[in-house]
Nanobody, 117 residues
């Protein structure tokens, strides 16, 4: 089993910044890709950014140039630095870990990000 615990959400004004963290524990050796998804009210969950073991990154077009995903392997933690936040970034953000061999997804509990003046 893998446990993912997010932190760092909150309320921020448009144009502001937040950094989300996701600490992984358990059988993390099986995890090949980690990422951040978000779900706004009435919308489907969508991929925001992902990072592989080799630190290859992928971003949704809507966040390119504003968000940066990174990882600290020593701390088993990934981060999402979010800059130039917009009201449309408001959502619950979920940390995800994917074990390719087992075709298994693991999810954190989610953290609320609200961008509003």
């Amino acid at each position: 089993q893998v446990q993912l615990v997010e932190s760092g959400g909150g309320l921020v004004q448009p144009g502001g910044s937040l950094r989300l963290s996701c600490a992984a524990s358990g059988s993390i050796v099986s995890i090949n890709v980690m990422g951040w998804y978000r779900q706004a009210p009435g919308k489907e969950r969508e991929l925001v950014a992902s990072i592989t073991r080799g630190s290859t990154t992928n971003y949704a077009d809507s966040v390119k140039g504003r968000f940066t995903i990174s990882r600290d392997n020593a701390k088993n933690t990934i981060y999402l630095q979010m800059n130039s936040l917009k009201p449309e970034d408001t959502a619950v953000y979920y940390c995800n870990g994917y074990a390719t061999y087992w075709n298994q997804n693991y999810w954190g509990q989610g953290t609320q990000v609200t961008v509003s003046s």
